[in-house]
């Protein structure tokens, strides 16, 4: 009885619909086998093919971008398998309107009934909610199908991931669009008003979301057109979808960690077409020159010192000129780093470092180099010794600076690519020197 809740209603079927009834409704698939772009998991050998041809289920979150079916595939399970279907959002529903349906599930499954409970948003259901499952679902009342546009790893109590099997949801692909825009067209018995590349517009447009692309055909089927619209006069004709981005979940840091990898792959256009997703969705201009200020110390470095100088001016252009006209210096920023010799020996340098000092913490510098301010340090060796290489013949006094009980390090080690070439062979310069004053 899911009128009780504040969730979801589940749709009524397919046959029931009236005409007046919005296209995606109308369309809705009455069959697993009708659901469209999900045949690695709803095919005869995928995962809900199996369990359904085996006449159980077991419990599972379906993870998919929106439009990709996931209410439509638990509404079927529950047909398919004969189980009493009440579906409920996380986003309208609380711990009451859980109980309730838990309540219900077991009087039902006293006279043979046993339920599917169908939660939209599973996500959205703080820890202590989603803990509120697990009795239900181990002693069987429920069979639980909660769906989720966010990463489950993440979003979900690890204890409710290991009672509950995670499906993928793919986006729709461009085969599985047209094939609703196909059944759109049967359902209307005409043809789309457009031209062909407005109906391959049309079908990028959508972003793989299919509910999505059946509510820009119901609006192109509910006006008459002259004559079909050509890919400037749909553009101008339906709202353009916006890019799905939360700043805060799965999808910006999928984005951010494929514009740096780009970036460390040296392939400029790829990193310039990341840069641009995230900027077009409304990412701050400020968090993407942070990343690429790291990149170029921790991916370019010596290789090319002028990268770091080249993120810099950025934010200072960005700074003094805004948007869109200081994203051009992001964008410039963004290709210099990928064209960049790549070097991570300032990177592996730092580590190695900071991980000597934290293991050597006290260890006392050589008397040598000790700062000695006052007589008494003086006469007790403090800086007795200290070559002044200004003073040598080449400008290098060899002299050791390590503590007595650290041998000399070398966590700097450059590549022979760039600059960091000729830094590689200043440093041998410098060993063969200290060598030679060593062993005199």
Known sequence: MADLFAGIEPPPAPDTLHENAPLADRLRPRALGEVVGQDHITGPEGAIGRMVAAGRLSSMVLWGPPGTGKTTIARLLADAVDLRFVAISAVFSGVADLKKAFGEARDHAKIGKRTLLFVDEIHRFNRAQQDGFLPYVEDGTVTLVGATTENPSFELNAALLSRAQVLILHRLDRTALEQLLAR?????????????????ALVASADGDGRFLLNQVETL??????????PAGLSAFLQRRVAVYDKDREGHYNLISALHKS???SDPSAALYYLARML????????????????????????????LV?????KDTYDFLGSPEGELAIAQ??????TAPKSNAVYKAQKAAWRSARETGSLMPPDNILNA???????IGY???????????DGFSGANYWPADLPPQAFYEPTDRGFEKRLAERLAWWDERRQSRNDV
């Open 221 to 230: 089927f509910a006006v008459d057109l002259p004559e079909p619209l050509d």
């Open 373 to 379: 301010p006052t007589k008494l340090m003086r006469d």
């Open 333 to 338: 920023a963004c290709l210099y780093l990928a």
């Open 184 to 200: 759109a067209e049967a359902e209307m018995d005409r043809p789309l008003p457009l031209d062909v590349p407005a109906r391959d």
């Open 383 to 393: 800086g007795k010794g200290y070559a002044y290489d200004h003073d040598a013949t």
């Open 263 to 265: 970036i460390r792959g």
């Open 310 to 314: 080249q993120c810099i001016a950025a």
């Open 280 to 307: 077009t969705a409304g990412e701050e201009p400020l968090y993407l020159l942070r990343r690429l200020t790291r990149a170029a110390s921790e991916d370019v470095g010596l290789a090319d010192p002028q990268a």
